[in-house]
Protein backbone atom coordinates (compact mmCIF):
# COMPACT_ATOMS: atom_id res chain seq x y z
CA UNK A 1 0.00 0.00 0.00
CA UNK A 2 1.15 3.08 -0.92
CA UNK A 3 2.09 5.87 1.57
CA UNK A 4 -1.18 8.44 2.19
CA UNK A 5 -0.13 12.07 0.70
CA UNK A 6 0.58 14.88 2.65
CA UNK A 7 -2.59 17.14 3.72
CA UNK A 8 -2.39 20.06 0.90
CA UNK A 9 -3.83 23.35 2.78
CA UNK A 10 -4.67 24.36 -1.47
CA UNK A 11 -6.47 21.06 -1.86
CA UNK A 12 -7.21 19.32 1.23
CA UNK A 13 -9.80 17.16 -0.59
CA UNK A 14 -7.58 15.92 -3.53
CA UNK A 15 -9.71 17.44 -5.74
CA UNK A 16 -6.18 17.53 -8.66
CA UNK A 17 -6.48 14.15 -8.74
CA UNK A 18 -9.91 14.00 -11.18
CA UNK A 19 -7.63 16.24 -13.16
CA UNK A 20 -5.47 15.03 -16.10
CA UNK A 21 -2.45 16.73 -16.99
CA UNK A 22 -4.19 18.40 -20.06
CA UNK A 23 -6.33 19.80 -17.37
CA UNK A 24 -3.37 21.08 -15.18
CA UNK A 25 -1.82 22.60 -18.09
CA UNK A 26 -4.64 24.44 -19.24
CA UNK A 27 -4.99 25.61 -15.41
CA UNK A 28 -1.25 26.82 -15.56
CA UNK A 29 -1.20 29.00 -18.56
CA UNK A 30 -4.36 30.74 -17.56
CA UNK A 31 -3.16 31.07 -14.21
CA UNK A 32 0.46 32.48 -15.71
CA UNK A 33 -1.06 34.88 -17.92
CA UNK A 34 -3.65 36.67 -15.17
CA UNK A 35 -0.29 36.80 -12.81
CA UNK A 36 1.47 38.77 -15.19
CA UNK A 37 -1.11 40.62 -17.21
CA UNK A 38 -3.63 41.22 -14.70
CA UNK A 39 -2.75 41.01 -10.97
CA UNK A 40 0.01 43.00 -10.89
CA UNK A 41 -2.90 46.30 -12.03
CA UNK A 42 -6.47 45.13 -11.44
CA UNK A 43 -6.11 47.23 -8.27
CA UNK A 44 -5.54 50.13 -9.95
CA UNK A 45 -8.45 49.51 -12.57
CA UNK A 46 -10.94 49.01 -10.31
CA UNK A 47 -10.18 51.86 -8.18
CA UNK A 48 -9.91 53.81 -11.39
CA UNK A 49 -13.36 52.30 -12.85
CA UNK A 50 -11.94 51.50 -16.14
CA UNK A 51 -10.54 47.79 -18.46
CA UNK A 52 -7.52 49.90 -20.19
CA UNK A 53 -5.71 48.09 -23.00
CA UNK A 54 -8.80 45.95 -23.39
CA UNK A 55 -8.74 45.21 -26.88
CA UNK A 56 -5.08 43.92 -26.44
CA UNK A 57 -5.66 42.02 -23.59
CA UNK A 58 -8.75 40.23 -25.78
CA UNK A 59 -6.04 39.52 -28.28
CA UNK A 60 -3.60 37.87 -25.70
CA UNK A 61 -6.35 35.87 -24.33
CA UNK A 62 -7.15 34.59 -27.63
CA UNK A 63 -3.59 33.65 -27.66
CA UNK A 64 -3.66 31.23 -25.11
CA UNK A 65 -7.32 29.95 -26.23
CA UNK A 66 -9.77 31.37 -23.55
CA UNK A 67 -11.75 32.75 -25.86
CA UNK A 68 -14.52 30.05 -27.14
CA UNK A 69 -12.35 27.42 -25.70
CA UNK A 70 -14.71 24.66 -25.24
CA UNK A 71 -16.07 25.33 -28.85
CA UNK A 72 -14.61 23.16 -31.75
CA UNK A 73 -13.39 24.48 -35.07
CA UNK A 74 -13.29 27.95 -36.82
CA UNK A 75 -10.38 28.60 -34.90
CA UNK A 76 -11.92 27.91 -31.75
CA UNK A 77 -9.58 25.54 -28.92
CA UNK A 78 -11.80 22.59 -28.69
CA UNK A 79 -11.21 22.29 -24.84
CA UNK A 80 -13.03 20.00 -22.70
CA UNK A 81 -15.39 21.98 -20.47
CA UNK A 82 -13.77 20.99 -17.31
CA UNK A 83 -10.84 23.04 -18.86
CA UNK A 84 -12.90 26.02 -19.73
CA UNK A 85 -14.54 25.57 -16.10
CA UNK A 86 -10.94 25.74 -14.81
CA UNK A 87 -9.95 28.70 -17.24
CA UNK A 88 -13.09 30.63 -15.43
CA UNK A 89 -11.76 29.72 -11.84
CA UNK A 90 -8.51 31.14 -12.49
CA UNK A 91 -9.77 34.24 -14.37
CA UNK A 92 -11.80 35.35 -11.91
CA UNK A 93 -9.40 34.66 -9.09
CA UNK A 94 -7.83 37.60 -10.51
CA UNK A 95 -11.25 39.68 -10.95
CA UNK A 96 -14.46 39.00 -12.18
CA UNK A 97 -14.41 41.83 -14.76
CA UNK A 98 -11.58 39.59 -16.51
CA UNK A 99 -13.87 36.49 -16.38
CA UNK A 100 -16.49 38.83 -17.62
CA UNK A 101 -14.98 39.57 -20.48
CA UNK A 102 -14.32 36.43 -21.78
CA UNK A 103 -17.57 34.23 -20.80
CA UNK A 104 -19.92 37.26 -22.81
CA UNK A 105 -17.37 36.59 -26.02
CA UNK A 106 -17.14 32.80 -25.47
CA UNK A 107 -19.80 31.48 -23.71
CA UNK A 108 -22.97 34.40 -25.03
CA UNK A 109 -21.69 35.87 -28.33
CA UNK A 110 -19.47 33.12 -30.08
CA UNK A 111 -21.69 30.30 -28.52
CA UNK A 112 -24.94 31.93 -30.12
CA UNK A 113 -23.19 32.18 -33.39
CA UNK A 114 -21.60 28.76 -33.27
CA UNK A 115 -24.99 27.12 -31.96
CA UNK A 116 -27.35 28.77 -34.24
CA UNK A 117 -25.62 30.89 -37.23
CA UNK A 118 -25.17 30.09 -40.77
CA UNK A 119 -22.14 29.31 -41.77
CA UNK A 120 -21.30 31.89 -43.10
CA UNK A 121 -21.94 33.78 -40.29
CA UNK A 122 -19.84 31.62 -38.23
CA UNK A 123 -16.92 31.94 -40.84
CA UNK A 124 -17.00 35.74 -41.32
CA UNK A 125 -17.39 36.17 -37.60
CA UNK A 126 -15.53 32.96 -35.12
CA UNK A 127 -12.43 32.69 -36.40
CA UNK A 128 -11.62 36.70 -35.30
CA UNK A 129 -13.38 36.50 -32.25
CA UNK A 130 -11.53 33.52 -31.45
CA UNK A 131 -8.07 35.43 -31.94
CA UNK A 132 -9.53 38.50 -30.31
CA UNK A 133 -9.18 40.66 -32.77
CA UNK A 134 -13.10 41.22 -32.71
CA UNK A 135 -14.84 41.54 -29.15
CA UNK A 136 -18.25 40.81 -29.21
CA UNK A 137 -21.56 41.37 -26.68
CA UNK A 138 -24.44 39.97 -26.27
CA UNK A 139 -27.71 41.74 -25.77
CA UNK A 140 -30.74 40.68 -23.99
CA UNK A 141 -31.31 42.32 -21.29
CA UNK A 142 -33.15 45.42 -21.13
CA UNK A 143 -33.69 48.28 -18.90
CA UNK A 144 -37.63 47.61 -17.70
CA UNK A 145 -36.84 43.57 -18.60
CA UNK A 146 -33.83 41.68 -16.41
CA UNK A 147 -35.08 38.34 -14.91
CA UNK A 148 -38.48 38.42 -17.84
CA UNK A 149 -36.96 38.59 -20.91
CA UNK A 150 -40.40 37.73 -22.67
CA UNK A 151 -41.32 41.30 -22.04
CA UNK A 152 -38.84 42.81 -24.31
CA UNK A 153 -39.88 45.81 -26.51
CA UNK A 154 -36.24 45.83 -29.10
CA UNK A 155 -38.11 45.11 -31.89
CA UNK A 156 -37.21 44.36 -35.14
CA UNK A 157 -39.37 44.16 -38.68
CA UNK A 158 -39.24 43.39 -42.19
CA UNK A 159 -38.72 46.01 -44.83
CA UNK A 160 -38.16 43.88 -47.96
CA UNK A 161 -35.62 42.05 -47.60
CA UNK A 162 -34.06 43.57 -44.87
CA UNK A 163 -35.17 43.86 -40.98
CA UNK A 164 -35.04 46.90 -39.15
CA UNK A 165 -33.75 47.21 -35.32
CA UNK A 166 -35.12 49.46 -32.95
CA UNK A 167 -34.93 49.15 -29.16
CA UNK A 168 -32.29 49.29 -25.69
CA UNK A 169 -30.81 47.01 -24.04
CA UNK A 170 -29.00 48.05 -20.68
CA UNK A 171 -26.02 46.20 -18.43
CA UNK A 172 -24.14 44.85 -21.62
CA UNK A 173 -20.53 43.58 -21.26
CA UNK A 174 -18.37 44.52 -23.64
CA UNK A 175 -20.14 47.01 -25.32
CA UNK A 176 -18.37 49.45 -25.81
CA UNK A 177 -15.42 47.91 -27.17
CA UNK A 178 -17.40 45.07 -29.30
CA UNK A 179 -17.48 44.81 -33.25
CA UNK A 180 -20.19 42.88 -32.78
CA UNK A 181 -23.29 42.44 -31.07
CA UNK A 182 -25.32 39.42 -30.79
CA UNK A 183 -29.18 41.18 -29.96
CA UNK A 184 -32.45 39.51 -29.07
CA UNK A 185 -35.76 41.49 -30.62
CA UNK A 186 -39.33 40.47 -30.81
CA UNK A 187 -40.64 40.11 -34.30
CA UNK A 188 -43.61 39.09 -36.02
CA UNK A 189 -42.50 35.64 -36.36
CA UNK A 190 -41.25 35.08 -32.69
CA UNK A 191 -37.88 36.00 -30.65
CA UNK A 192 -34.83 35.86 -32.73
CA UNK A 193 -31.52 36.85 -32.53
CA UNK A 194 -29.33 39.29 -34.80
CA UNK A 195 -25.62 39.28 -35.47
CA UNK A 196 -25.31 43.57 -35.71
CA UNK A 197 -21.81 44.56 -36.85
CA UNK A 198 -21.03 47.81 -34.05
CA UNK A 199 -20.59 50.19 -37.08
CA UNK A 200 -23.92 49.70 -38.59
CA UNK A 201 -25.82 53.68 -38.80
CA UNK A 202 -27.93 53.72 -36.13
CA UNK A 203 -26.08 51.56 -33.67
CA UNK A 204 -24.56 53.06 -30.48
CA UNK A 205 -23.15 51.93 -26.75
CA UNK A 206 -22.48 54.43 -24.14
CA UNK A 207 -20.81 53.17 -21.51
CA UNK A 208 -22.19 52.88 -18.17
CA UNK A 209 -20.12 54.69 -15.41
CA UNK A 210 -20.58 55.37 -11.66
CA UNK A 211 -20.53 51.23 -10.62
CA UNK A 212 -19.08 50.50 -7.35
CA UNK A 213 -18.78 46.38 -9.15
CA UNK A 214 -17.68 44.80 -11.90
CA UNK A 215 -15.15 48.57 -11.86
CA UNK A 216 -12.32 46.83 -13.81
CA UNK A 217 -15.08 45.67 -17.32
CA UNK A 218 -16.79 47.84 -19.94
CA UNK A 219 -20.06 47.50 -19.12
CA UNK A 220 -22.38 49.48 -21.71
CA UNK A 221 -26.20 50.58 -22.89
CA UNK A 222 -26.62 49.11 -26.41
CA UNK A 223 -29.31 51.72 -28.55
CA UNK A 224 -30.57 50.40 -32.15
CA UNK A 225 -32.15 53.34 -33.59
CA UNK A 226 -34.06 52.13 -36.94
CA UNK A 227 -30.45 49.87 -37.38
CA UNK A 228 -31.22 48.38 -40.78
CA UNK A 229 -29.72 44.73 -41.44
CA UNK A 230 -29.56 42.59 -44.63
CA UNK A 231 -31.79 39.20 -44.04
CA UNK A 232 -28.62 37.23 -43.45
CA UNK A 233 -28.01 38.92 -40.29
CA UNK A 234 -30.50 36.61 -38.28
CA UNK A 235 -29.31 33.43 -36.68
CA UNK A 236 -31.54 30.89 -38.99
CA UNK A 237 -31.33 27.87 -36.50
CA UNK A 238 -33.62 29.09 -33.57
CA UNK A 239 -36.86 31.05 -32.85
CA UNK A 240 -38.02 31.86 -29.67
CA UNK A 241 -36.48 32.15 -26.09
CA UNK A 242 -34.98 28.99 -26.27
CA UNK A 243 -32.34 30.70 -28.15
CA UNK A 244 -31.11 33.52 -25.60
CA UNK A 245 -31.57 31.19 -22.55
CA UNK A 246 -29.67 28.37 -23.65
CA UNK A 247 -26.81 31.11 -24.35
CA UNK A 248 -27.41 31.82 -21.22
CA UNK A 249 -27.75 28.06 -19.15
CA UNK A 250 -24.03 27.79 -20.63
CA UNK A 251 -22.57 30.68 -19.95
CA UNK A 252 -24.07 30.45 -15.99
CA UNK A 253 -21.58 27.12 -16.26
CA UNK A 254 -18.99 29.63 -16.48
CA UNK A 255 -19.83 31.44 -13.19
CA UNK A 256 -19.68 28.14 -11.53
CA UNK A 257 -16.52 28.03 -11.33
CA UNK A 258 -15.61 31.91 -11.66
CA UNK A 259 -17.09 32.26 -8.33
CA UNK A 260 -14.82 29.95 -6.61
CA UNK A 261 -12.14 31.80 -7.99
CA UNK A 262 -12.91 34.81 -6.45
CA UNK A 263 -13.86 32.63 -3.45
CA UNK A 264 -10.47 31.08 -3.33
CA UNK A 265 -8.10 34.75 -3.51
CA UNK A 266 -10.35 35.40 -0.42
CA UNK A 267 -9.64 32.80 1.38
CA UNK A 268 -5.88 32.63 0.57
CA UNK A 269 -5.46 36.54 1.94
CA UNK A 270 -7.07 35.83 5.17
CA UNK A 271 -5.30 32.65 5.28
CA UNK A 272 -2.04 34.18 4.68
CA UNK A 273 -3.08 37.61 6.95
CA UNK A 274 -4.02 34.93 10.34
CA UNK A 275 -1.24 33.29 10.21
CA UNK A 276 1.12 36.51 9.99
CA UNK A 277 -1.10 39.19 11.76
CA UNK A 278 -0.29 39.02 15.69
CA UNK A 279 -2.85 40.06 18.55
CA UNK A 280 -2.28 39.56 22.21
CA UNK A 281 1.18 38.00 21.39
CA UNK A 282 0.23 35.19 19.03
CA UNK A 283 -0.94 35.30 15.30
CA UNK A 284 -4.72 35.52 15.09
CA UNK A 285 -4.59 32.52 13.46
CA UNK A 286 -4.09 30.44 16.49
CA UNK A 287 -7.05 31.39 17.80
CA UNK A 288 -10.28 28.71 18.34
CA UNK A 289 -12.86 31.53 16.31
CA UNK A 290 -10.78 32.50 13.40
CA UNK A 291 -9.52 28.39 13.24
CA UNK A 292 -13.67 28.26 12.92
CA UNK A 293 -13.97 30.70 9.82
CA UNK A 294 -10.63 29.57 8.23
CA UNK A 295 -12.25 25.61 8.42
CA UNK A 296 -15.80 27.12 7.60
CA UNK A 297 -14.67 28.81 4.57
CA UNK A 298 -12.27 26.05 3.16
CA UNK A 299 -15.47 23.26 3.54
CA UNK A 300 -17.47 25.36 1.48
CA UNK A 301 -14.49 26.39 -0.90
CA UNK A 302 -13.55 23.06 -1.71
CA UNK A 303 -17.09 21.85 -2.07
CA UNK A 304 -18.05 24.20 -4.52
CA UNK A 305 -14.55 23.49 -6.87
CA UNK A 306 -16.04 19.74 -6.41
CA UNK A 307 -19.67 20.76 -7.63
CA UNK A 308 -18.35 22.53 -10.25
CA UNK A 309 -15.75 19.84 -11.39
CA UNK A 310 -19.13 17.45 -10.98
CA UNK A 311 -21.28 19.67 -13.53
CA UNK A 312 -18.09 20.06 -15.74
CA UNK A 313 -17.96 16.11 -16.22
CA UNK A 314 -21.70 15.88 -16.92
CA UNK A 315 -22.04 18.88 -19.34
CA UNK A 316 -18.54 16.94 -21.68
CA UNK A 317 -20.85 13.77 -21.62
CA UNK A 318 -24.01 15.73 -22.81
CA UNK A 319 -26.07 15.32 -19.65
CA UNK A 320 -25.91 18.35 -17.71
CA UNK A 321 -29.42 19.84 -17.47
CA UNK A 322 -30.33 23.65 -16.85
CA UNK A 323 -31.69 23.02 -13.47
CA UNK A 324 -28.39 21.34 -12.63
CA UNK A 325 -26.45 24.45 -13.85
CA UNK A 326 -29.46 26.66 -11.49
CA UNK A 327 -27.94 24.56 -8.95
CA UNK A 328 -24.65 25.18 -9.64
CA UNK A 329 -24.92 28.92 -9.65
CA UNK A 330 -26.94 29.67 -6.76
CA UNK A 331 -24.91 27.85 -4.55
CA UNK A 332 -21.51 28.92 -5.55
CA UNK A 333 -21.54 32.56 -6.23
CA UNK A 334 -24.01 33.01 -2.60
CA UNK A 335 -21.37 31.10 -0.77
CA UNK A 336 -18.23 32.34 -2.62
CA UNK A 337 -20.42 36.07 -1.14
CA UNK A 338 -20.26 34.87 2.27
CA UNK A 339 -16.68 33.23 1.87
CA UNK A 340 -15.66 36.58 1.06
CA UNK A 341 -17.11 38.31 3.61
CA UNK A 342 -15.73 36.07 6.53
CA UNK A 343 -12.55 37.16 5.08
CA UNK A 344 -13.09 40.39 5.36
CA UNK A 345 -13.19 39.94 9.53
CA UNK A 346 -10.55 37.94 9.44
CA UNK A 347 -8.49 41.15 7.93
CA UNK A 348 -10.58 43.29 10.24
CA UNK A 349 -9.78 47.29 8.76
CA UNK A 350 -7.47 46.24 6.25
CA UNK A 351 -10.47 44.21 4.42
CA UNK A 352 -11.38 47.01 3.32
CA UNK A 353 -8.25 48.38 1.57
CA UNK A 354 -7.31 47.51 -2.10
CA UNK A 355 -3.84 46.59 -0.74
CA UNK A 356 -5.81 43.23 -0.59
CA UNK A 357 -8.52 41.51 -2.70
CA UNK A 358 -10.95 40.74 -0.58
CA UNK A 359 -13.56 43.81 -0.62
CA UNK A 360 -12.82 43.65 -4.71
CA UNK A 361 -13.82 40.49 -5.30
CA UNK A 362 -17.12 40.88 -2.43
CA UNK A 363 -18.66 44.03 -4.61
CA UNK A 364 -17.91 41.88 -7.92
CA UNK A 365 -20.02 39.27 -6.71
CA UNK A 366 -22.80 41.09 -5.85
CA UNK A 367 -23.07 41.76 -9.91
CA UNK A 368 -22.12 38.00 -10.28
CA UNK A 369 -25.26 37.07 -7.58
CA UNK A 370 -27.47 39.37 -9.84
CA UNK A 371 -26.32 38.54 -13.96
CA UNK A 372 -27.42 35.77 -15.85
CA UNK A 373 -30.12 34.82 -13.54
CA UNK A 374 -30.65 36.18 -9.50
CA UNK A 375 -31.13 34.23 -6.90
CA UNK A 376 -34.86 34.31 -7.00
CA UNK A 377 -35.04 32.72 -10.20
CA UNK A 378 -32.41 29.95 -9.50
CA UNK A 379 -34.56 29.01 -6.70
CA UNK A 380 -37.63 29.15 -8.63
CA UNK A 381 -36.20 27.18 -11.53
CA UNK A 382 -35.36 24.48 -8.85
CA UNK A 383 -38.38 24.83 -6.95
CA UNK A 384 -40.48 23.83 -10.40
CA UNK A 385 -38.24 20.74 -10.79
CA UNK A 386 -38.41 19.79 -7.18
CA UNK A 387 -42.46 20.41 -7.41
CA UNK A 388 -43.77 20.11 -10.55
CA UNK A 389 -44.95 23.34 -10.33
CA UNK A 390 -44.60 26.41 -11.73
CA UNK A 391 -44.22 29.48 -9.09
CA UNK A 392 -42.73 31.96 -11.67
CA UNK A 393 -46.32 33.25 -12.42
Known amino acids: MSPKPAFDVHDPLGIDDLLSDEDRAVRETVRSWA ?76 YAIHRFGSEEQKREWLPRMASGEVIGCFGLTEPDHGSDPAGMRTYAKRDGDDWVLTGRKMWITNGSVAGVAVVWARTDDGVRGFVVPTDATGFSAPEIKHKWS ?53 FDAALDYAKSREQF ?43 QVSFGKLNNVREAIEICRTARTILGANGISLEYPVMRHATNLESVLTYEGTVEMHQLVLGKALTGIDAFR
Open 35 to 110: ADRVLPYVADWYERGELPGVRELARELGSIGALGMNLTGYGCAGASSVQYGLACLELEAADSGIRSLVSVQGSLAM
Open 214 to 266: LRASVTSELVMDEVRLPAEAVLPEVTGLRGPLSCLSHARYGIVWGAMGAARAS
Open 281 to 323: GKPIGGFQLTQAKLADMAVELHKGVLLAHHLGVRMDAGRLRPE
